[in-house]
DNA sequence: TTACATCCTCTAGCTACTGTAGGTTCAAGT
DNA sequence: ACTTGAACCTACAGTAGCTAGAGGATGTAA
């Protein structure tokens, strides 16, 4: 049996965080010691390590509730699990593109500057004015 | 002079973002109407585009701010200017890579997808257990 | 004058956690 | 058996950067 303890450190989970998952649902109540204290199975621990590993490829964690209940049906098809990744993929991609727009503006702008002072920067110039921009990037969300 | 919503059209924010930025004090206050509604001015409007464009270029709100405190002191020296827009770029060229190596994860996630059931769904396997990834990625925050 | 679009304030909600306060429990050592 | 100290508990507040809604006031054109 694991406290809670052991079980962050384990997956590279904050302690809170792992009470934050089961008090929305996403991990389940785990069995208390007499005085009150949680502790985990194997089960747990391997659900877990579900959960953040999707979270690093990025899904957010409705898409990973939907996964763990694929997860949870064995017998169901599995093209829901794939169009989920899919998706994911998709948005990945292009936050890429958005990045490497960024990435081209910044470059501009750092090359740019003359080291003068604040008057003549060309950082605040661009900033100041969109027209300047040599690439579209319209959505806020990076 | 302009109300808050032509001043939201011109400037493609939200009327709301509007007061938020005025709330934590990115705005200033404007003059107002005898009933009480905000009027903005050129001065007003530019302030705003030059907010919007760095969010845009994913600058975050404090460096932001700087970023207009230099603005507003056209005798300073730009290396400040000039760090900051160097650091975004930092940022960026960061969750350039991490991405490109998601992406790599997901693609060959959705490529192994064998269309069969849950059971042998390498989607949800690869997500069961990160020592079958590829690649490296560590952090959370995308 | 009337209609109605737009404005006002205030509050709550979103994602995905993280941090803190104040108190309790567990396990190891003596 | 007792003490100590790390780890646990709940509950609440805060983070970024907005966004949405309620309920009511104002501005403007016909």
New binding site residues.
Partial sequence: ML????LAKRTGT????I??YEQIGLMPEPGR??????RYGNAELDRLAFIRHS?QLGF???AIRELLDLSDAPDRPCHEADEIARRQLKLVEQRMERLKALRAELKRMVKECSGGNAAQCRVLEVLRDHSECLTEHDQ?GI
Same sequence: chains 1, 2.
């Fill in positions: 406290t809670i303890g052991t904050k302690v809170q965080t009470r934050y010691t007499e005085g009150g204290q949680r979270r957010p964690l409705d806020i």
